[in-house]
């Protein structure tokens, strides 16, 4: 069973990935401490930068994206150690390194879909060793209790 605290800031990162304009993935990061949100992040371009999501290839967005947990991170502006952050996508390898870089000492994460794990698999199970390895817990998240 999920807890209320944890129903609430899953539910904060999907909101907060509505705002994303990316039309193909929209993620949302919500960076909590003792149960306060301290920061919110969603993938996107970075500021100044034209929003041209739509019209760029693949390559280029990628190449000009910030992720959900950079943004978050970024705007948090202090520091993160011990903080947790919930994911509405589990982070990629470049993310994870930079959420253990931080300190946050957890990461939330609702279970993947089939069709995530299909494409993404080989970089959640990089990202899962690197957690264990520098001691950042995992939780997984029921996807039913959402």
């Not at 939330?108 to 690197?130: N, T, V, Y």
């Amino acid at each position: 069973m999920i807890s209320k605290w944890a129903l609430r800031f899953i539910q904060m990162a999907e909101l907060v990935a509505s705002w994303s304009k990316d039309p193909s993935t929209q993620v949302g990061a919500v960076i909590t401490e003792h149960n306060r949100i301290v920061s919110l992040g969603f993938n996107g371009y970075p500021q100044g930068i034209s929003d041209s999501a739509e019209t760029d290839n693949r390559e280029i967005k990628l190449l000009k994206t910030l992720h959900a947990e950079e943004n978050a991170i970024l705007y948090a502006k202090r520091d993160l150690s011990g903080c947790e952050i919930w994911v509405t996508h589990f982070p990629c390898p470049n993310c994870a390194a930079k959420i253990i870089q931080t300190g946050i000492k957890a990461v939330h994460c609702p279970a993947q879909s089939e069709d995530f794990l299909s494409r993404w698999g080989d970089k959640i199970k990089l990202s899962e060793e690197m957690f264990t390895q520098s001691g950042v817990t995992v939780d997984w998240l029921p996807l039913e209790d959402q």
